[in-house]
């Protein structure tokens, strides 16, 4: 069994590189690899050197972004060969034998639509990106880093712009009773989480974000478990907690960047003398 496998990327070569370089050596077979980009140079050269397919991901118009996060992947979705399509971030890495361990999932149940990666994040709390606990959904049921059967024709939702568009495609299938859902038991994924400038705005973009609960809240208020987890968590002490998290992140990583900036206008000027 083959699968497609749709990255996301913007200007972060480095994890690119290291991710891609995980697939290739890690993977049992030649799965396709699908890298959804900016027109970026240097990420089309990494492109290149691993052998892999770049597809321009038309998110942005005149520096000014215009398509979301979902709907950049559901262009891999309609870019990819193979009906059985993971999708990962630039940041993550794959274990070894990966797709024959996934594999065997989809081969002993014909209608297994998303299987859910079981997956150990560095930085972050490692059991929010399995979301299901004794083969049930656990408060959101987040599918962060899955495995999709096309067949199933479920797509992701665009009108979501940052969170939940992971929770959405998994209540798609959960709701879908043609089809399965399940998770791994098998650890898959390391995901190496990583904070960029791009990452902390969409984090921090508090109006866009409500705007994002707002929409998924109303499209599935018949979702118990998750009715109940939101009101817990994110209507109390949580996500005030989480507004100054964030807050403080975008503060610190503007003056980082502001920093680096002044140093670097500093040194050329030094140099030039």
């Known amino acids: 069994m083959k699968f497609s496998i ?9 994890d690119l590189e290291e991710c891609l370089k995980s697939l290739k050596e890690k993977s049992s077979y030649e799965n396709e690899i699908i890298v959804l980009y900016n027109l970026n140079e240097k990420t089309k050269a990494v492109c290149d050197k691993y052998g892999v397919k770049s597809v321009f991901d038309n998110a942005r118009k005149n520096g000014k972004r215009v398509k979301s996060l979902w709907g950049i992947l559901n262009e891999g979705l309609n870019a990819a ?39 150990y994040g560095i930085g972050q709390i490692p059991y929010f990106r399995i979301g299901m606990l004794d083969g049930k959904f656990e408060g959101i049921p987040c599918a962060n880093y899955a495995i999709i059967n096309k067949k199933a024709g479920h797509f992701f939702d665009e009108k979501i712009q940052w969170y939940y568009g992971d929770a959405d495609i998994a209540l798609q ?85 502001i920093y680096r900036k002044v140093k670097r206008a500093f040194f050329n000027k030094e140099k030039n003398r």
């Open 81 to 119: 060969s193979y009906d059985y399509i993971l999708y990962l971030n630039d940041d993550c890495l794959v274990l070894p034998e990966w797709d024959k361990i996934v594999g065997t999932y989809f081969e002993n149940n014909k209608k297994l639509g998303l299987l859910v990666l079981k997956t």
């Open 173 to 257: 299938f959960a709701n879908d009773d043609n089809y399965d859902i399940n998770y791994t038991e098998e650890d898959i994924i390391i995901h190496n989480h990583k904070e960029d400038t791009n990452r902390v705005i969409h984090d921090t973009d508090f109006f866009n974000n409500l705007r994002d609960e707002r929409y998924f809240s109303f499209k599935w208020v018949n979702y118990k478990a998750y009715t109940k987890f939101h009101i817990k968590h994110y209507f109390g002490f949580e996500r005030i907690k989480l507004i100054f998290i964030y807050s403080y992140k975008y503060i610190y990583t503007v003056l980082r960047v």
């Open 6 to 14: 749709i990255i996301p990327t913007y200007n972060r070569d480095e």
